[in-house]
Structures are given as structure tokens and as C-alpha cells.
């Protein structure tokens, strides 16, 4: 069995897979019955340019900032490396967070695929590049 890993809070973490839709418009992630499971919201008057990520019960889940604004260095996203091996209709990025001083695993891996309608999130600090 794979080993979990909880990127911001347990309590978002399923044991199968989901499929979420995106709609970057209007700033809403939909689950597979259409429900609505996570919205965007600007803030306004914000100094730092900063969005709020709330869950459908409007909990807060985590803001956004522009690059370079977070206090948490553990979670800037340091580098995005895109792979050159895989086929031209494949994109894989290895995500790197700014905690990630060696970089020889990547903390996340993210493919997407042909269509670019879908993409696939995996935690792969324990795989190497």
C-alpha cells in the first residue's frame, strides 16, 4: 500500500481516486456528480494580492499569495521542472517545494495528459527524478 501523504489537512485525503473538474472561470473545483467541492475567492483591498481556497462548507482552506509573499518557506514552490522524455501529447512537471534544499526527488509529480483537460497530482518523495 502506498504511503499517505496529507499535503494540507488529513480531513481532504480519500483512500481511491477522485476526479475533479476545473472550472478556472468562475474559480470553482466540481466533483464527479457535479457538486461543488472547493471555490476561489478574491479578497478585496488586499495589499499582497492574496485568494482564499474554501471548501464547500465555506471553511478557509488555504490562501494564496503572489510568489514570494508566504511566510512559510516550507511551501513556496521553488522550481517547476518540465520532463522532456515522455511523448509531445504527455506534459509531466516535477514540482519542488522551496523545503526541498537537495532536489533529487521532486515532492510532487504532476502529468497531464493529451487533451490538457485532465492532469494527475502524485506525492513522489520517495520516487528519484
Known amino acids: 500500500m502506498a504511503e499517505k501523504i496529507s499535503v494540507i489537512n488529513p480531513s481532504y485525503c480519500v483512500p481511491q481516486?477522485?476526479?475533479i473538474q476545473i472550472n478556472t472561470e468562475k474559480g470553482i473545483a466540481y466533483g464527479e456528480k457535479d457538486?461543488?467541492?472547493?471555490?476561489i475567492e478574491d479578497i478585496s483591498?488586499?495589499?499582497?494580492?492574496?485568494r482564499v481556497l474554501y471548501d464547500d462548507t465555506q471553511k478557509p482552506i488555504v490562501t494564496f499569495y503572489n510568489k514570494g509573499d508566504s511566510s512559510d518557506l516550507l511551501f513556496w514552490v521553488k522550481e517547476i521542472k518540465k520532463s522532456s522524455t515522455i511523448p509531445s501529447e504527455?506534459?509531466?512537471l516535477n514540482v519542488f517545494l522551496a523545503g526541498n534544499k537537495e532536489?533529487?526527488?521532486?515532492?510532487f509529480r504532476v502529468i497531464i495528459y493529451g487533451s490538457k483537460h485532465s492532469c494527475t497530482v502524485y506525492a513522489?518523495?520517495?520516487l528519484p527524478l
Open 17 to 19: 481516486s477522485v476526479s
Open 35 to 39: 457538486n461543488r467541492l472547493f471555490y
Open 45 to 50: 483591498f488586499s495589499l499582497r494580492d492574496r
Open 90 to 92: 504527455i506534459t509531466k
Open 103 to 107: 532536489e533529487k526527488k521532486s515532492d
Open 124 to 126: 513522489v518523495n520517495l
